[in-house]
């Protein structure tokens, strides 16, 4: 599943209460499976960036969480975008070991008809996803 901000950097929640424009329609959240290959896909829109703290803003991102048998905890992630400038000076990206970036940044490919980014989710080997712990999914 997914949750992200609008692209104004707005979430569709009661909490946030900037003064951003609020799109009804968005409502910033989809859960999809995966089919028997393990591929999925979401159609959204880029979000926006979102405050960090007073002084310093995230990188647009989505976040994800992964659920599947097996595991006893859903897996929590982001997705952010390679072709954004601003991923360079992201809190939680930063905090990322430099190895394990990579993981995190879905690639552009564009299609005829639509702006499309690839995100490959690897639970376990080499290039496995970086995934966060209960406390640094708080942000």
């Known amino acids: 599943q997914i949750w ?35 591929n999925y896909w979401f159609a959204t829109i880029k979000p926006g960036a979102v405050p960090f703290d007073p002084n310093h803003m995230q990188a647009p991102h989505i976040c994800v969480a992964v659920f599947g048998r097996g595991l006893l905890n859903h897996l929590s992630t982001r997705i ?19 190895e394990r970036r990579a993981t995190l940044l879905a690639t552009r490919e564009d299609t005829a008809d639509a702006v499309c980014y690839r995100f490959d989710i690897i639970l376990q080997g080499p290039g496995e996803t970086a995934f966060f712990s209960a406390s640094e999914r708080s942000r």
Do not use: M, W
Request: hydrophobic fraction near 30%.
């Open 80 to 98: 952010y975008f390679a072709d954004e400038p601003a991923n360079s000076d992201d809190p939680i990206l930063l905090h990322v070991a430099a």
């Open 4 to 38: 992200q901000a609008n692209s104004y950097g707005r979430y569709h929640h009661p909490l946030d209460t900037r003064d951003l424009p609020l799109d009804p329609q968005f409502s910033g959240y989809g859960r999809t499976a995966t089919n028997a290959d393990g």
